[in-house]
């Protein structure tokens, strides 16, 4: 059976559907914020042109492909993307997201990331892992809540911002195999150990 790919998802309060060019300039509004970009690999937009060519990159032609995961968030009432998610088909099946700032606290990464992860599951995803800047507890916060459990820390040099960075990494086994643990973050980098975090 052919998986559909970004299927159309919906919760109490939100819509998950694919990003469409008339998304531009709400997708510029979160990119754009130096605060919601502080621990994301990329810049802060400067430009719709830039916002564009971000969004045809990763989203636009990542719906050409056979399979993908990858969503504007909406509030249902007003369908504006607030915010976008996630989850790679390469290897590492990373959970990545993001929220306009007037959005925060409000649990909606976190509802956004339970009927993914749910859809993900129902798809054969094996596991989901994601990584957070130590720096940023709240993104941690949001990794928890989703059930995912931490694995180990590492070092890497990220790329476009060229700084190093330290992330926690943390994994969700979604096909009974717990004790499955995605090593390859571990074994690229030469900084590497196991915190010991409260749980």
Not at 51 to 66: H, P
Not at 73 to 100: A, N, W
């Amino acid at each position: 059976m052919k998986m559909e790919n970004t299927p159309k998802l919906k919760t109490e309060r939100l819509v998950l559907r694919k990003f469409t060019m008339e998304d531009l300039e709400a997708l510029y509004e979160i990119l754009s914020d130096e605060e919601v970009n502080r621990f994301l690999p990329w810049f802060p937009m400067t430009s719709l042109k830039e916002t564009e060519q971000f969004m045809q990159e990763r989203y636009l032609n990542s719906y050409e492909k056979d399979r993908g995961y990858h969503y504007a968030v909406c509030l249902k009432e007003e369908d504006r993307p607030v915010g976008y998610i996630g989850i790679s088909m390469e290897e590492g099946h990373d959970l990545g997201y993001g929220l306009r700032r007037d959005c925060w606290n409000q649990g909606i990464i976190t509802e956004a990331g339970k009927v993914l992860i749910e859809r993900v599951k129902e798809d054969g995803i094996p596991y989901v892992t994601a990584t957070h800047d130590v720096k940023n507890a709240s993104s941690g916060a949001v990794m928890k809540k989703l059930g995912m459990h931490y694995q180990y820390s590492y070092e890497e040099l990220w790329q476009p911002k060229n700084i190093p960075v330290l992330f926690r990494m943390y994994q969700l086994n979604l096909d009974g195999q717990q004790e499955r643990v995605y090593r390859k973050y571990w074994e690229q980098s030469e900084v590497h150990f196991v915190e010991k975090l409260q749980r």
